[in-house]
Each structure stands twice: as C-alpha cells, then as structure tokens.
C-alpha cells in the first residue's frame, strides 16, 4: 500500500500514529453530522463533515479538526498574542491540495486565513471559525546554479533560502530572523543585510504561481499575468496563494566583515549614524538595535555587515567606529549566518508581541530626541532601524505595488514579552512613542502593518488604484481578506 494513503486511511489510524512524519486525526471525522464556521462576513455557517472528509479524502496533506492530534499545533503562530481557532486546518502538501482547499472555501465563501510562516505581527495568519490553509509542509527549494535562480515552495521560511544558497556561494536577499515565513516576508517586500546591493525580496523575485479565489494557477512574472505579478510585489497576500516563488540569485561569500558595535545612545549619536548610513556604499548595511543596558542607560548595539572584499569592509566600516567611542566592539570576519540566525531565540515562537513602525528618509534632530527621550523613560520599549535605499531606492515606485523607494530606514518600535500582563501597559508606550516619531516618518513597511483600511490605501499612495484593479480581477469577493487588505470596489 502507498505508505501516505496508508496514513490517511481512518481504518489505520492506530497503526500510522506509530510511523515517523504521518500526520493523522485522533478520531476519524464523524460523518453525518457538522461542524459550525464562519463566512468571511462573520455569518454563521454549517459545513457538512461528509463535504470535509471529502476534502481530507483529496488532499494529499491532511485536515485537521479542534480534536485532531496536530490542530493545536498545526493553529499556533509566532506572536502569542494571537491564540485563534480555526473552524478546520487544511494542511496542503501541494499546489492542487491549495487549489482544493480553496476552491472548498469559495464554494462557502468561508473565512481564509493563509499560514505562511505564521510570522504576522497582528496575527493575521489565524482567524476563529474559518478554514486556515496552512503552507509549513511546503518548504522545498531548488537551486538552479547555471541560471542563478533558486525556486521556494510558498511555505517555505528565510532560513530554507539562505542554507539552500549558501553553498553555492550564492544569495538573494532575506530578512534578519530565519525562522519567518517567506511567503508573507516577499509578497509585503522582504527587506534584510543585503538589499542595498541585491534588492528587496520582490526586485528579485522572477515569478510565482498564485492559486487565486476561483482555484485556478495562475503563473505571474513579467510576461505572464503582468498584472498580478505587479500586485503581489508588495500587496501581500490579496490576490491569492502563493504555492511557489521564483527568485534571482547573486554571487554571495557567507564570510563578511561586520558584527556588533555598542554605544552610548544620545541624539548626536543617532544624527550622526543617520548621516553615515545616506553616504555608505551599497554592500554596506548597519543597523542599531536600542535597548536599555545592564546599569538602566539606553544602549545602541550597531550591528554592521560588509558583503565584498573584507579589507575593503574594514576600510568602509573604519568611520562607523568614529561616530563615538564604543563602549564595546567585536568585528572583524564573520559567518553571514551567524547574524541570520543571531536573533532567532530572542524573537521566538509564543512570546508576545507588538510593533510599530515608520519609514524615514533622515534622522532629523527632532526625531533623534524624540527616541532618546522615550528610550530613556521608566519602562522603555525596544526600537531598532532596517538600514534601506541603494538599489532599492533605484527602482520607481510605480514599477510594483510596493511604493517606498525613497526611505534610508525603517523605524521599528517593538515590545517583547513573555509576560501578557505587561502588554497593555507596554503596547500604550509604544504606541505613544509611535505617536510622537510618526511626523517624522512617511508611511510605513505594510509587513509590520497593524491594519485599518485607511492606514492602508493611504499607504500605498498612488499604486492604490491599480491594487484595487487587481483586487476586483483576481479576488472581487475578498475571499482573502486577512492581509493588509485591499477592499474589492463592488
Ligand atoms: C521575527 C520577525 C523578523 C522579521 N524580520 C523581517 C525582516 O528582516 N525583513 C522584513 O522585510 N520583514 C521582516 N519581518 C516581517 C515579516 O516580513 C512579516 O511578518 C511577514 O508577513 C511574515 O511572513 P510569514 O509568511 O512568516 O507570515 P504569515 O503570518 O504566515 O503571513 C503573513 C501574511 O502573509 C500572507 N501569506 C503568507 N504566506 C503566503 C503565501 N504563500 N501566499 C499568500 N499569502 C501568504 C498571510 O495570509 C498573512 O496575511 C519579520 C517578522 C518577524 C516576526
């Protein structure tokens, strides 16, 4: 028998629980009855399990009700503060298990949430009472070393690319913790070490398959389904599920000059790094991380990354050091991922979480004490900055949905907690730090969205448009809604 009907049998569920990597339900569906769900509307609504069985009987994957072995599992995201529960769990193994449990969800008009990585900040990868289509057992790579290119399952997380690459002496670029999600890292941008001289994720993205609301495949890159291919490079997961990714890669050494720089924090020391971060050259990126040291005095760690030559990065990082006295520096040669995977523990899975963030073109004096004053506060949150601009800033911000070509930095205000009592006093300090840096910023990195309609049209500036014309052709019911979300017109 074919180990994997095996698995999925109801007759053999006692005997496949026994095998390695079969997934399988703690008790076979109770056909004949229903389960209760939600319409993407938040109607109520009564699925028949023979139609759910149905489904499970056609996926290669599984799916997994609330008494399933597998559903708490299977449900979790990264950020704690969301603990949702499907009504079901599709878990897909393929593009057809994701055109089924799509076109399951169409045909009901049933909530969708879509789990990448599960790396949302506001959760958005979860709902209560909808189907999740879950993409983690879709993480296969292919590197294609003749044409620089490497092909990802839309399930796949940042640390599958870079191991993949890596020895290969290539790389495209990705983000600073390995374990996020790839899916909803490209289709919101992807910003990481690297994309000062690569690229953001979708400048080097070439192609992806996309299942959209009508559970077709559509393939979307410069020459096919132009327009879609236009939508996703930055509008997220609106029009629909991204099976497969496409992306150049680049000549890359895993062995760059950088590490850590600590400082004292003050605002000359913020005007200054702003300065030096507008002048150094593309294959340099530093960004700082604040936080409040040991003794309660805020603290910069400067993480610098050099990808060349490495005399050449210790030359083109020597005036970083000069921005003040160091209160402690150990740079020189280094393993690239060592620092991709430096903060993976730190921004662990089921820890709380809430962010805030702002793109910025300068650190003019007015925001530099605008941070010092709220870093030094009695109970400060963290706030660190993604180092932007080179070829990003090359491209033109009508070329793809994504518009912010002109920012230096993303701004990020984060708490972290293993504590949910502390949220509402923390996410308060946030948000009023946010308030007080947000005239300073001009929009906003839709990854790190919190999400209200407004916040998002206005964000998109004059793509918006074209999004919504995407929208109405590729998902004019909104069947994916749980995204920075693009309303449909009609
Ligand atoms: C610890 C951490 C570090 C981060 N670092 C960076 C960074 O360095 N650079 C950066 O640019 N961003 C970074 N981010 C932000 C990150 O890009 C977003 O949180 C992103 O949405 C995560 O994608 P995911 O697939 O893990 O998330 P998910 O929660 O699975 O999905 C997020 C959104 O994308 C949709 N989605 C996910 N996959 C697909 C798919 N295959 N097809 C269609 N829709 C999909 C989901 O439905 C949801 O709306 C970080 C986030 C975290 C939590």
């Not at 180990?3 to 008790?27: D, E, H, N, Y």
């Not at 559509?218 to 132009?226: V, Y």
């Not at 984060?414 to 948000?431: G, H, K, W």
């Amino acid at each position: 028998m074919h180990r994997r009907s095996f698995c999925k049998s109801t007759l053999a569920v006692g005997i496949a629980a026994a095998l390695p990597g079969c997934s399988r339900k703690a008790a076979p569906i109770d056909v004949g009855s229903t389960i209760n769900a939600l319409t993407g509307d938040g109607h109520e609504l009564s699925i028949a399990t023979t139609a759910v069985q149905e489904l499970n009987d056609a996926l290669q994957g599984d799916v997994l009700l609330p008494d399933d072995g597998g559903y708490d599992a299977a449900r979790k995201v990264w950020n704690g503060m969301f603990d949702k529960r499907p009504a079901l769990v599709a878990q897909c193994h393929s593009n057809d298990d994701v055109v089924k449990a799509v076109s399951f969800a169409q045909e009901r008009s049933l909530l969708v949430s879509v789990k990448g990585g599960g790396h949302s900040f506001p959760g958005k990868s979860t709902c209560n009472g909808g189907i999740m289509i879950d993409l983690s057992r879709m993480y296969s790579t292919d590197v294609d070393v003749d044409n620089l290119t490497i092909r990802v399952d839309g399930g796949a997380l940042l640390g599958h690319i870079d191991t993949a690459a890596q020895p290969y002496n290539l790389g495209t670029t990705t983000g600073i913790v390995s374990h996020t999600g790839v899916g909803g890292f490209t289709l919101g941008g992807g910003y990481g070490r690297t994309d000062r001289f690569m690229g953001l994720a979708i400048d080097n993205l070439l192609a992806a398959n996309i299942v959209t609301a009508n559970g077709e495949t559509l393939r979307a890159s410069a020459d096919e389904n132009p327009d879609l291919f236009w939508a996703i490079r930055g509008g997220g997961g609106n029009f629909g599920v991204a099976t497969e990714f496409e992306f150049r890669l680049h000549p890359f050494s895993s062995t760059i000059y950088g590490g850590d720089a600590v400082f004292k924090l003050d605002a000359q020391f913020l005007r200054l790094y702003g300065e030096l971060a507008a002048t150094l050259p593309v294959e340099a990126s530093i960004e700082p991380q604040i936080s409040t040291g040991a003794d309660g005095s805020s603290v910069v760690n400067l993480q610098l990354c050099y990808c060349g030559d490495l005399a050449v990065g210790e030359k083109v990082m020597a005036p970083v050091l000069k921005i003040a006295k160091p209160l402690s520096a150990d740079i020189g040669a280094m393993d690239y991922s060592v620092f991709q995977t430096g903060a993976d523990a730190y921004l662990g899975h089921g820890k709380q979480y809430y962010l805030k963030s702002g793109l910025i073109t300068e650190i003019v004096p007015e925001l530099a004490e605008i941070i010092v004053d709220h870093m030094g506060r009695e109970k400060p949150v963290g706030s660190w900055m993604q180092h932007l601009g080179g070829v990003p800033a090359s491209v033109a911000p009508d070329a793809m949905a994504y518009s912010h070509r002109n920012a230096l930095l993303n701004l990020g205000i984060m708490v972290v907690s293993e504590d949910p009592a502390t949220m509402d006093e923390s996410i308060a300090n946030a948000r009023a730090f946010y308030q007080d840096a947000a005239p300073y910023t001009n929009g906003f990195y839709t990854n790190l969205n919190e999400d209200t309609d407004r916040k998002t049209w206005g964000n998109y500036g004059e793509n918006y448009p074209r999004l919504v014309a995407a929208k109405d052709k590729y998902d004019p019911g909104n069947l994916f809604r749980l995204n920075a979300n693009i309303k449909p017109s009609a």
